[in-house]
């Protein structure tokens, strides 16, 4: 709301001044008391620090008495001791303000003074801090917030856009969602929980070599590929292989580049044994993970 600030420091507030203010105490602008002041350097000209900003957003690069350009500097102590021995009555005086204030003290009381007026976000009426918050209570123009579902309607609309049948289905509505968004990340949890861990619970079947099974493929994971990406591959697909590739795996001595865990494993065999020479099937686990470069 309107403040000192905003309109200036006019002269019949001043409380404590028998006769005219002197003219170095006010704006060469607004012609009113000079409030937080500034002055020219070159010709010691003072104005309010609003007027000359608003004057120099004009377009205008000179002082208001001509100097060219405009250099600022701060108030001169001739013009703030004087400023600082004037009392000044509250500009909120007309709504009931009866508070006498040195000129520096102004400024902080205007922010907390109980007469400041205050706008009611519907309807855009003033009222003193003490009748705000039962108006805006009232205000057909406020929105309403439901605290059971949340619905968020003007006052005046709730008997028609807040009927109980709307409430209940909106609360219904907001349940399902949030059990649908609960659902989500209780199954993306559990699928980060799966692929962390590797190894099956005891209750599956064993392997026949004796070591832990996956918990994705049921085979022993025991052992796991050092090779590269490509070989790894090549080794996961062993189903389709040919007397090639067969010639490949012994030749190259591939299985050479799968180790043992050395986490508590209990295979007892060697990672050759888990390929027959026949069908190329494996008793080790292929999944793609299984593979530490």
């Given at each position: 709301?309107?403040?000192?600030?905003?309109?200036?420091?006019?002269?019949?507030?001043?409380?404590?001044?028998?006769?005219?203010?002197?003219?170095?105490?006010?704006?060469?602008?607004?012609?009113?008391?000079?409030?937080?002041?500034?002055?020219?350097?070159?010709c010691e000209t003072h104005f309010c620090s609003a007027c000359i900003q608003k004057w120099l957003s004009n377009a205008n690069s000179t002082c208001p008495l001509g100097c060219?350009?405009?250099?600022?500097?701060?108030?001169?102590?001739?013009?703030?001791?004087?400023?600082?021995?004037?009392?000044?009555?509250?500009?909120?005086?007309?709504?009931?303000?009866?508070?006498?204030?040195?000129?520096?003290?102004?400024?902080?009381?205007?922010?907390?003074?109980?007469?400041?007026?205050?706008?009611?976000?519907?309807?855009?009426?003033?009222?003193?801090?003490?009748?705000?918050?039962?108006?805006?209570?009232?205000?057909?123009?406020?929105?309403?917030?439901?605290?059971?579902?949340?619905?968020?309607?003007?006052?005046?609309?709730?008997?028609?856009?807040?009927?109980?049948?709307?409430?209940?289905?909106?609360?219904?509505?907001?349940?399902?969602?949030?059990?649908?968004?609960?659902?989500?990340?209780?199954?993306?949890?559990?699928?980060?929980?799966?692929?962390?861990?590797?190894?099956?619970?005891?209750?599956?079947?064993?392997?026949?070599?004796?070591?832990?099974?996956?918990?994705?493929?049921?085979?022993?994971?025991?052992?796991?590929?050092?090779?590269?990406?490509?070989?790894?591959?090549?080794?996961?697909?062993?189903?389709?292989?040919?007397?090639?590739?067969?010639?490949?795996?012994?030749?190259?001595?591939?299985?050479?580049?799968?180790?043992?865990?050395?986490?508590?494993?209990?295979?007892?065999?060697?990672?050759?044994?888990?390929?027959?020479?026949n069908h190329g099937v494996t008793t080790v686990c292929l999944c793609e993970n299984n593979i530490?470069?």
């Amino acid at each position: 709301m309107t403040s000192t600030n905003d309109v200036g420091l006019e002269s019949d507030r001043v409380q404590n001044q028998s006769g005219t203010i002197s003219e170095d105490l006010c704006c060469s602008i607004c012609q009113n008391i000079l409030w937080k002041p500034v002055a020219c350097r070159t010709c010691e000209t003072h104005f309010c620090s609003a007027c000359i900003q608003k004057w120099l957003s004009n377009a205008n690069s000179t002082c208001p008495l001509g100097c060219n350009p405009y250099s600022e500097r701060t108030c001169s102590k001739f013009v703030n001791t004087p400023l600082s021995r004037l009392q000044v009555a509250c500009i909120y005086e007309s709504n009931g303000c009866r508070e006498i204030l040195p000129y520096e003290a102004v400024e902080k009381h205007e922010t907390q003074c109980e007469y400041r007026l205050h706008q009611c976000p519907g309807c855009r009426s003033s009222f003193s801090k003490n009748e705000i918050e039962t108006h805006i209570s009232h205000c057909e123009l406020n929105d309403f917030t439901c605290a059971d579902c949340k619905i968020v309607c003007k006052r005046r609309d709730v008997s028609q856009s807040h009927t109980e049948m709307i409430c209940v289905r909106e609360q219904f509505r907001q349940y399902r969602c949030q059990s649908e968004e609960t659902i989500k990340q209780l199954r993306e949890e559990l699928k980060k929980l799966r692929e962390k861990q590797q190894f099956a619970t005891p209750s599956y079947e064993r392997v026949p070599c004796g070591g832990r099974p996956c918990i994705k493929c049921s085979k022993c994971r025991d052992w796991y590929f050092t090779g590269n990406a490509e070989t790894w591959q090549w080794i996961r697909y062993c189903e389709n292989w040919t007397k090639e590739d067969y010639n490949r795996w012994h030749g190259d001595r591939v299985y050479d580049r799968f180790k043992r865990r050395t986490d508590g494993g209990t295979c007892h065999t060697a990672a050759t044994a888990g390929f027959t020479a026949n069908h190329g099937v494996t008793t080790v686990c292929l999944c793609e993970n299984n593979i530490i470069a």
